[in-house]
């Protein structure tokens, strides 16, 4: 049976979601439009697997914040509300047939990283959730982003069209131009039109550090700040060697009742 794994972001869906709410947010009717959501998705996507992927939200913040300590500082945290009726949302979840699975210490995208990497890579067809572009590095004919909220594939030709980079260099590119909003600094002074450029001179930032032909422009900014575009590289990339501690068997989609 040929294997079509669909995986939720689950924060990314369930915080747009709340924020969404008119009027004072609710938490049965956030819990509703999840659902009705992740219905759609079911019809449409018709996944043989099915999981919602959590955060974690204990204190530890992370193997990220010790390579750059500022890493993702100052983040809005989720409304207390929402988090005391985390419970209520997973066990709606549940009803629709749809297990949920919390990251433990890791970021909820390492988890997602590598349970999408390790099903396409014995021959199944993964779809993930969310509208996070950081999912896009893991980008093959096996592996798909779904943005929900805007009903587009951010696909190759999105990434070409939104970074003018491939898929598997977005890291690098991320290395050189930083993430403002997860405080990852990259390079000053290199944007997002001279990381494109190095890209497609050079395969990786490996080969942009180490390269002895760099224009004057940029090797004054780079030569600098080295150890920043590594780290800045090295937390934009994600992990997909986790140890999952589950099979595939657990998180089969049955129809409820």
């Known amino acids: 049976m040929s294997i079509h794994l669909v995986v939720i972001d689950a924060l990314n869906l369930i915080r747009r979601v709340h924020a969404a709410q008119p009027g004072e947010p609710d938490i049965a009717n956030t819990s509703k439009v999840c659902c009705q959501a992740l219905g759609k998705i079911i ?33 809005k945290p989720m409304p207390p509300e929402l988090q005391a009726g985390m419970e209520q949302i997973q066990d709606d979840f549940m009803a629709l047939g749809v297990d949920s699975l919390l990251s433990d210490g890791d970021e909820a995208d390492d988890l997602i990283a590598t349970l999408a990497l390790k099903v396409a890579d014995h021959g199944g067809q993964v779809t993930i959730v969310s509208t996070d572009k950081g999912y896009c590095q893991l980008l093959r004919p096996t592996v798909m982003i779904r943005d929900y909220f805007q009903q587009r594939w951010l696909d190759s030709p999105f990434i070409a069209k939104e970074f003018g980079v491939r898929p598997e260099q977005l890291p ?43 224009p004057e422009k940029w090797r004054k900014k780079i030569e600098p700040n080295k150890d920043s575009a590594r780290a800045s590289k090295a937390v934009a990339r994600l992990k997909t060697d ?5 099979n595939l068997q657990d998180i089969r989609f049955q129809t409820a009742g």
Do not use: M
């Open 242 to 246: 986790l140890e999952l501690g589950f």
């Open 172 to 214: 690098d590119y991320w290395g050189l131009t930083g993430i403002s909003s997860s405080k990852i600094p990259g390079v000053p002074g290199i944007g997002p039109k001279a990381a494109c450029e190095l890209l497609q001179q050079y395969p990786d930032l490996d080969s942009i550090l180490s390269a002895d032909n760099l």
């Open 43 to 75: 019809a449409i996507s018709q996944p043989t697997h099915i999981v919602a992927v959590f955060d974690h939200h204990g204190d530890d913040r992370g193997w990220r914040a010790e390579l750059l300590p500022n890493y993702k500082e100052g983040r």
